[in-house]
């Protein structure tokens, strides 16, 4: 059985073929697609929450840098 994460891949990995095709730059698409993951989290959590789980990926940008596990 496929994780979510797996599916995320592959789907992510569909959508830059296509938008390649289309002459649609990488940096683009993935605007787009935070989009709409904003519009589904906006479904069902709050904005708080929303907003937390967006600075907890800002905070650990980085790959080099600390990583903070645990969101507060």
Known sequence: MAS??????????AA????????IPADVL???????VLNLYRQSRPLGD??????FHI????????QVFMRP
Not at 59 to 66: A, E
């Open 30 to 36: 993935g605007r787009a697609f935070l989009e709409e």
């Open 50 to 55: 929303i907003a937390s789980e967006l600075q």
């Open 59 to 66: 905070d650990n940008l980085d790959p080099d840098g600390d």
């Open 4 to 13: 979510a994460n797996e599916i995320a891949r592959q789907k992510m990995a």
């Open 16 to 23: 830059l073929t296509e938008a390649e095709a289309h002459k």
